[in-house]
């Protein structure tokens, strides 16, 4: 069919198709035979998420291609950077099945989502017997739960960048950053669920706390200055790690 200007439309399209195609098996990575219409600037599809180039392949052409050489596939090919340590068929138990690096955050909010289901229709009932409080637990409980599963979830990150670092010395990477190790990239999900579970409870705790103790005029005021705090502590993570590189980088220079 023609390409859909709507993006949301066309995503929807190269999933689908996708999903139509999914028995076929992808094509080799050097494979040559790529059909494309007349003056497209993409010839050939993205090695990056390429489960996703099914909804580029041919069952049949008679079928597939219409009369005016359009070719039931959307336009559309999200790229995504892959992720350092192995995340192949081989490493999971997912067949024929490769996670971007920068979807792995998708399981922090996957475990915030669940979580906050079950707390609120579970949980809540069940504690707020013993608490007598509507709520369950105080706001200070929660934001203290989330404040120290926050800390254990660093502590887990740092356990496993050190085993991460030690594979690699070990396999001869030590200094090949594109270097593909053994260590399956499911080390990376308990530190995420952890993130995604401490927001639940500190983030949430807040935000319920200033929209409940707070003056109606400083309560959006309070939820904006905690999101700016988030988003400072992220600047200082990342130029904690930028000053880290570039004193090694130093280092190695004399």
Not at 179 to 194: F, I, N
Request: hydrophobic share 40%; with cysteine.
């Amino acid at each position: 069919m023609p390409p859909n200007k709507n993006l949301s439309a066309g995503f929807v399209q190269v999933i689908a198709a996708a999903w139509k195609n999914r028995h076929l098996d992808l094509t080799p990575k050097n494979f040559d035979g790529w059909y494309s219409l007349k003056g497209s600037k993409l010839v050939t599809p993205t090695n990056k998420l390429r489960y996703l180039n099914k909804a580029c392949m041919f069952r049949s052409r008679e079928k597939d291609v219409g009369p005016d050489g359009h070719h039931d596939c959307g336009d559309h090919h999200p790229t995504l950077n892959s992720c350092s340590t192995s995340n192949h068929h081989g490493q999971t138990p997912l067949p024929s099945f490769q996670l971007p690096a920068a979807s792995f955050s998708l399981f922090g909010i996957l475990t915030l989502t669940i979580w906050v289901a079950i707390y609120d229709r579970i949980l809540v009932p069940l504690i707020s017997k013993y608490t007598k409080r509507p709520g369950g637990l105080s706001f200070k409980q929660r934001i203290g739960t989330g404040l120290v599963l926050s800390c254990l979830a660093m502590a887990v990150a740092s356990e496993v960048e050190r085993r991460r670092r030690n594979t690699a010395i070990q396999e001869g990477f030590e200094n090949n950053k594109h270097g593909v190790m053994t260590m399956s990239a499911w080390w990376l999900v308990p530190q995420h669920c952890q993130t995604g579970l401490a927001e639940a409870f500190n983030a949430i705790g807040q935000i319920e706390f200033y929209y409940s103790q707070f003056p109606k005029s400083m309560s959006s005021f309070a939820v904006a200055l905690l999101s700016l705090v988030f988003g400072m502590g992220s600047l200082v993570g990342s130029l904690i790690v930028t000053v880290q590189k570039l004193y090694n980088a130093s280092v190695h220079l004399f």
